[in-house]
């Protein structure tokens, strides 16, 4: 790490603490020839390979942005959509590997998706994987009615009266 008042190319660690969010470390670093005091912020770099091969760096924006889309008109706050790109950004550094291929960002949004809203979770699918015709649909909704099924959970009802 170079000094940015003198420019030495070394630097002494002084203390180090990670971020309120987890997400990075703090450094608070001493040069050894100017002994002046600076921060660094250090974070872990996550790439996202795009189909057309482009690299980019992964975004919790684009993930927001295209579950917002899905939710359109559903009963979704924006904390839930905050709390589900934080869950596929958690999933997808889990995996430990600084570079992931975008279907695979896709496929993470995917299962929270499908607990946070089933609509949503179908828009976003259909786009998704490219569903083509009503079968399609008719099979992830039944796939979608044989688990819940399967676990007892009563179909949630977002028109009923509260």
């Known amino acids: 790490m170079h000094c940015p008042f003198c ?3 070394d ?3 002084i203390d180090s603490r990670t971020t309120d969010d987890g997400t990075s ?3 608070r670093r001493q040069c050894p ?3 002046r005091r600076f921060t660094t912020l250090e974070t872990s770099s996550l790439n996202v390979i795009k189909r057309s091969g482009a690299s980019e760096p992964f975004s919790r924006a684009k993930v927001l942005s295209g579950v917002r889309k899905a939710c359109q008109g559903r009963p979704v706050t924006e904390d839930d959509l905050a709390l589900l790109a934080q869950k596929v950004e958690e999933t997808i550094r889990s995996q430990g590997s600084a570079e992931i291929d975008a279907h695979e960002v896709g496929m993470a949004v995917l299962e929270p ?3 946070l809203d089933e609509v949503a979770y179908l828009r976003f699918a259909s786009v998704y994987q490219g569903w083509e015709s009503l ?3 008719e099979g992830a909704i039944a796939l ?3 688990e819940r099924d399967a676990l007892g959970e009563e179909p949630v009802r977002h028109d009923a009266p509260r």
Do not use: G, K, P, W
């Open 7 to 9: 420019r030495h190319t």
């Open 11 to 13: 630097s002494r660690v």
């Open 25 to 27: 470390i703090r450094r």
């Open 33 to 35: 020839e100017c002994n």
């Open 113 to 115: 998706l499908r607990e």
């Open 135 to 137: 079968e399609d649909f």
């Open 144 to 146: 979608l009615r044989a």
